[in-house]
């Protein structure tokens, strides 16, 4: 049980701590680690590898106040998209796109606590750039792409770094940017997301998915060889690429059990969910069993 475990938790967010609406996920993780005991398959919290099709591991994590999982591999994550953007099995459709929007209004769309809330001096502006944390702003992130940003819209935009960002690259932001123009860390992203018309965001961040249930026009910022590196890729490629119809494509996606998406406040038979996901997954995995041999693994001495 990671997910909640605080010492976990220190290592990888330190002193940040997560919202209590998370809180509602805990269930769904215990009763994922049950179901798979009787499988052989392993499951992580939060984790990034590439295992065979024939995968040893699902990962799981949280993305914009659901549950979601998938195998530690990038062919199954984008079948499992595209499966369920094809679902034509019978099954509810959602309004998780609602969903979304609602948390913004409610203020409950934040993964961290005590995001500050004074906004006075800021003006509205037409983009808002959300960037990674400082593990991910130089590698993942295309410096040219902010450069561009910064001289088509000048101080008609923001940049929002994330809240896990060291004190010298906001240094550095400010340097390139303009101190105006560099939003707090600490400060509501979701204030500034449904303000503006256009957001600037990676895929790896649920900002995207955010500004999609606003009908915000969505670009990324990646560097494009590094957008297969993330959690939220697989996910977060088909917003992207089909904006124009973002929130029925939302809709459609996130309720299919196929997309391995889970939210127990808004799937009304959330474990009848997780197991029709393990079923489609577990049975996918099945086809691709004997196809590759682990070279690694040691050889049996004679």
Not at 188 to 195: E, G, I, M, P
Not at 268 to 293: A, F, N, P, T
Request: one cysteine or more; glycine letters at 4%; proline letters at 4%.
């Amino acid at each position: 049980m990671e997910m909640f475990d605080q010492k976990v938790l220190k290592e990888r967010i330190g002193e940040l701590k997560k919202s209590n609406n998370l809180k509602t996920l805990e269930p769904v993780e215990r009763y994922l680690l049950e179901k798979l005991k009787k499988t052989g398959v392993k499951a992580n919290y939060d984790v990034l590898c590439e295992e065979m099709p024939y995968f040893d591991t699902i990962g799981y994590t949280e993305y914009a106040t659901n549950f979601i999982m998938s195998p530690l591999n990038l062919k199954m994550k984008e079948d499992m998209m595209r499966d369920a953007e094809q679902d034509t099995d019978e099954y509810e459709i959602l309004d998780y796109a609602s969903h979304f929007a609602d948390n913004i209004k409610n203020n409950l769309a934040n993964k961290y606590k005590d995001r500050l809330s004074d906004f006075d001096g800021y003006k509205e502006v037409t983009a808002l750039v959300v960037l990674p944390g400082s593990n991910k702003l130089k590698s993942a992130v295309c410096i040219n792409k902010l450069k561009e940003i910064k001289r088509l819209y000048g101080d008609d935009v923001y940049f929002k770094p994330h809240p896990l960002t060291t004190h010298a690259f906001i240094g550095e932001l400010k340097d390139l940017f303009g101190e105006n123009s560099i939003l707090p860390r600490e400060i509501d992203l979701y204030y500034f997301l449904a303000k503006v018309d256009k957001v600037y965001t990676t895929h790896i961040s649920e900002s995207a998915v955010y500004a999609i249930a606003l009908g915000k026009k969505i670009e990324p910022i990646d560097v494009y060889n590094e957008i297969r590196q993330g959690s939220f890729y697989s996910i977060n490629v088909g917003l992207f690429e089909n904006q124009y119809e973002g929130k029925e494509w939302i809709n459609k996606v996130f309720s299919s059990p196929k997309s391995g998406v889970i939210n127990p406040n808004l799937d009304k038979d959330w474990k009848k969910k997780v197991d029709l996901y393990l079923e489609y997954i577990l049975e996918k995995r099945e086809m691709y069993k004997d196809w590759y041999i682990d070279s690694r693994v040691p050889k049996e001495k004679k």
